[in-house]
């Protein structure tokens, strides 16, 4: 619960929004619409950035660095970036205009070094939340190498696979966030932490000061 009396986390809601990304992206990689269909994802993304964005800055005025920063930056790149650029290669296929895509492999190669830098802060949460992280680090990585052209487009099934469970999971963790919350009783479990955490002693770092 928040410790606000009149804002609380939209961690549930971002999470959504990032399962319907990831049913998207694994839609499009698999084959189950035709690659005209990023027009529409575009649209849904460019939805997605809004619910992710305000994710963000609730996270971030609860204190929450990890999830607010994530949440920050996939708003930003996921979401908003990721839909403009399928807006965009949509006109120019349409137009037969030819652009270099790999920039986008490694603009996708920071952020995936990012969040696979940030996975042991994740496995320290809840289990659910840490399937989440665990099941797109391998779909982001795969992404970035089909992008800069060293994997081929055969492994785009494999990344979409990746990308539909991440979403799977995001949702039975959202589903479990609201559920708890409202009931006061574990409804649906999250499961404990893959790595237990300690308090800091007083006196020692924080990434506060």
Request: proline letters at 4%.
């Amino acid at each position: 619960m928040s410790s606000h009396d009149t804002w609380t986390s939209a961690g549930p809601a971002g999470l959504i929004a990032l399962a319907m990304a990831c049913f998207g992206f694994f839609a499009l990689l698999t084959g189950q619409v035709d690659h005209s269909a990023i027009l529409f994802l575009g649209i849904w993304l460019l939805g997605g950035f809004i619910v992710q964005i305000t994710t963000a800055l609730l996270e971030l005025r609860e204190g929450n660095l990890l999830g607010g920063n994530v949440f920050t930056f996939f708003s930003a790149f996921f979401m908003f970036a990721s839909g403009i650029e399928m807006l965009f290669k949509f006109y120019v296929a349409q137009n037969g205009i030819a652009i270099d895509g790999r920039i986008s492999g490694w603009a996708w190669l920071a952020i995936t070094i990012g969040i696979t830098l940030w996975t042991p802060a994740y496995l320290a949460g809840a289990r659910s939340l840490s399937l989440v992280v665990l099941s797109l680090v391998p779909a982001l990585w795969l992404i970035s190498f089909m992008d800069l052209g060293i994997l081929g487009p055969q492994w785009a099934t494999l990344a979409g696979c990746f990308a539909l469970l991440g979403g799977i999971f995001g949702l039975y963790t959202s589903a479990g966030m609201v559920l708890n919350d409202k009931f006061g009783r574990t409804i649906l479990p999250l499961g404990s932490p893959f790595i237990k955490v300690t308090p800091p002693a007083e006196g020692t770092f924080s990434a506060h000061h």
